[in-house]
Structure formats: C-alpha cells, structure tokens
C-alpha cells in the first residue's frame, strides 16, 4: 500500500512540474481575417479615382500591420461635388488608431461617423460581395480555396466622412489604421498570417485608374500572394511614406510590391509565416510529433537500460528488486521532462505542435510513466540472461 501511495506520488509530482511548460494548442485553429477595404461613395460619383496606393507594414512583435491607403482623386467636372465616402471597418480597431488626412490637413474627429447598426448599411457591405475570404499557402503560393463564413455584414463596421471635391481639381487623401491579420494554427508548426483587403467594388467610381501595393514584412519571411508581385530591391521604388526604419534598414525587412494598371477583378490577400524556433527549418507539424513522441520513449529507455546496468552489479537482490526500480523511473521521468523543456527552449515551435505541443503532451507524459514503471524488470532480466550468457562462454 505505501509503495503505491508512493508511486502515486512520484506521478502527481511530475505533472505538476510539467503543467508550467506546457504551451496548449488552442481548438479553433483559423481565425479569419479582419474585413478592410477600399473606398468607395454611398452612391455612384463621377470622381475619377487617379491611383491607389495601398502599404502593409508587418509588426515583428504581434499579428498585424500598419496600414496607410493613399488616394488621388480627381473631378473631371466644373462643379464642386459633394459626397459622403465610406468604407469597411472592423470592431477590434481603436477610434484613436484611425486617422485621415485631406490635401494634408487632418480630418477633425466630429467630421468621423462610426456606425455599429449594421441594418443602416447592410446593402453598402454587401456591396463588396465577400462572404468567403482567400488562402494563398505562404510556403508553396498555391491557392488554397476560398474558405467561407466571411460576413461582411456580421463583422464590420462602417466609417463615413464627408468630402468636397473641388471643380476640375485633384483631391489626395490618405488613411492610417492598424490591421490585425487572421490566424492559421493549423497548416504549419508555425502560424500563418492572413491578410485580406477588399477592392471591390470600382463601379461606384466614375472611373479607377491604377493601384500600387507594398507589403514590407520582416526579413526571410515566407511571402505569398493572389496578385502578382515582386520583391524589391534596395531603395528604388519605395513609397515615400514608407518609414524610415525600413528604408535604411533593408538587411532586415523585405519589400514586396505589385503594380496593376487597373484594379484588379479580385479582392487583395497574401500570408505570411518564418521558419523561426523549427528544427533545422522543418514546418510540418506531424513530423515534431512524431519526432517528441518517439525521442521522449527512446531517453526513457536508455535512462532505463544506464540503471540497469548500474544495478546488475549489485550482489544485494534487494538493491535490484527496489532501488533499480525506483531509481530508473525517476530518472527516467525526470529526464525525459527536463529534455522536453530544454527542446521546447532550443526550438520554440515545436509547443505549437497539435499534439505534443498541445493536451497530447500530457497523454504522453500519462503513458511514459506507465512504460518506465514496467519497462525495468524485463531489461534487468534480459541483462542478467545475456550476462550469464557471458559467464558460461568464458
């Protein structure tokens, strides 16, 4: 009774140590990206829309961007035009984090309307014809499918401000926010960043000419796209907006860019993911479940069969009986927990493993107790046999 309250023991203590370094694999494995787009009138203009030119810069820290959309636009008319502009906003953002600018001058804040009734305007969401959101894979650029249950209606909100639009006359205008991307804890041991960016429609517009993207993401990232686009090489071609801190710094951030002479018929999304904490550049998750689940029972089993070893030595029966077992399977535990930290240490990704990484560990850890409490006895025999073998050759 006391060497099973004993062992009982040894077994709720290593899963109390254990608990802390565990990283838990969350159940909802995509989180679908934020609902942002472009501009448009709550009723058809003539303005001709000269250029877009959209930036995304990638947070090194957390999972979203800072974004600046920059506008020209022209009236081809010789009267002034009034017209209420709005576009697609999304509930995490902070009113504080929105700002836009006229000719320069910024936009005062009682000149900002927030609406949350999405009734009011559920036909200009609609508009935008996006009840699904794109996957491009960011390690193969293979389009994976829309994937569905994006409602533009259920999860934006909607800004408007009001505009003049001087006769004959250009108009710049430009909008900064911050944009988090969607998640995807499932493809890869590392997530994946999705972004979308909704461009349609145009034919709000009198007319839509030209839209320049720049995506600056940190250095070596894995990049892909649904438009055509390329990485930029040193300085050339950088908006002017850009910061500073990637335009002198290009060893540490990458510029992808894509020009499109019109708008194009499909609705921007790209993705984003590293190679960073994996195990010499491997992102598959099963094979660092695999790799864990087997390497945890291999240094259980050599811990086990070094005790034995030790303790077939021993002339004293009881030694070998009690303290082999004992020894060996705190040993083994205890070592096999202190591998699994260190590894989780060495490469971080792998606590993003959907199994070892997740619940799984401590199943793992359940059924590593069991097979070093059984596992002794028939290695100490199989020693004994082999050296009797030894005994009896000689």
């Given at each position: 009774m006391k060497k099973g309250r004993a062992s009982l023991s040894i077994i709720l203590f290593y899963f109390i140590i254990l608990f802390p370094v565990i990283g838990f694999a969350n159940s909802s494995p995509i989180y679908k990206p934020e609902?942002?787009?472009?501009?448009?009138?709550?009723?058809?203009?003539?303005?001709?829309?000269?250029?877009?030119?959209?930036q995304f810069i990638l947070s090194k820290e957390?999972?979203?961007?800072?974004?600046?959309?920059?506008?020209?636009?022209?009236?081809?008319?010789d009267e002034a035009i009034d017209t209420l502009?709005?576009?697609?906003?999304?509930?995490?953002?902070?009113?504080?984090?929105?700002?836009?600018?006229?000719?320069?001058?910024?936009?005062?804040?009682?000149?900002?309307?927030?609406?949350?009734?999405?009734?009011?305007?559920?036909?200009?969401?609609?508009?935008?014809?996006?009840?699904?959101?794109?996957?491009?894979?960011?390690?193969?650029?293979?389009?994976?499918?829309?994937?569905?249950?994006?409602?533009?209606?259920?999860?934006?909100?909607?800004?408007?401000?009001?505009?003049?639009?001087p006769a004959n006359s250009d108009v710049s205008l430009r909008l900064e926010y911050q944009q988090e991307s969607g998640i995807d804890k499932s493809s890869y041991i590392n997530w994946v960043e999705l972004y979308q960016y909704l461009l349609q429609p145009a034919s709000a517009w009198g007319e839509f000419n030209g839209l320049e993207v720049q995506v600056a993401v940190p250095k070596d990232q894995y990049f892909a796209s649904n438009l055509p686009m390329e990485k930029l090489e040193g300085k050339s071609g950088l908006f002017?907006?850009?910061?500073?801190?990637?335009?002198?710094?290009?060893?540490?951030?990458?510029?992808?860019?894509?020009?499109?002479?019109k708008l194009p018929s499909g609705n921007l999304a790209f993705s984003t993911t590293n190679d960073e904490g994996?195990?010499?550049?491997?992102?598959?998750?099963?094979?660092?479940?695999?790799?864990?689940?087997?390497?945890?029972?291999?240094?259980?089993?050599?811990?086990?069969?070094?005790?034995?070893?030790?303790?077939i030595r021993s002339k004293k029966g009881w030694v070998r009986r009690i303290i082999g077992p004992i020894l060996g399977f705190g040993l083994a535990n205890l070592?096999?927990?202190?591998?699994?930290?260190?590894?989780?240490?060495?490469?971080?990704?792998?606590?993003?493993?959907?199994?070892?990484?997740?619940?799984?560990?401590?199943?793992?850890?359940?059924?590593?107790?069991?097979?070093?409490?059984?596992?002794?006895?028939?290695?100490?025999?199989?020693?004994?046999?082999?050296?009797?073998?030894?005994e009896q050759l000689k």
């Open positions: 609902p942002n787009g472009t501009l448009i009138p709550v009723q058809d203009s003539p303005v001709v829309v000269k250029g877009e030119r959209l957390n999972y979203q961007a800072d974004v600046v959309v920059d506008y020209t636009f022209n009236n081809p008319l502009l709005a576009f697609p906003y999304t509930p995490s953002h902070a009113s504080q984090s929105l700002k836009i600018s006229i000719n320069n001058e910024p936009l005062l804040q009682d000149k900002l309307q927030i609406y949350e009734n999405k009734e009011e305007y559920r036909d200009f969401l609609t508009v935008f014809q996006s009840t699904d959101f794109l996957y491009i894979d960011p390690l193969t650029s293979e389009d994976m499918g829309n994937w569905t249950g994006y409602d533009m209606v259920e999860e934006a909100k909607v800004v408007t401000f009001p505009v003049r639009f002017e907006f850009m910061p500073d801190e990637i335009v002198h710094n290009p060893a540490l951030w990458d510029v992808y860019r894509g020009k499109y002479d994996t195990f010499l550049g491997i992102m598959n998750r099963d094979f660092y479940d695999i790799f864990g689940v087997v390497l945890e029972f291999a240094i259980s089993t050599l811990v086990i069969i070094a005790t034995a070893l030790v303790m070592i096999a927990l202190l591998f699994y930290a260190i590894l989780i240490n060495l490469f971080p990704s792998i606590g993003n493993g959907s199994w070892i990484g997740g619940y799984g560990i401590i199943v793992t850890f359940f059924f590593l107790v069991i097979y070093n409490s059984i596992i002794y006895f028939p290695i100490m025999m199989l020693l004994r046999w082999k050296a009797r073998r030894v």
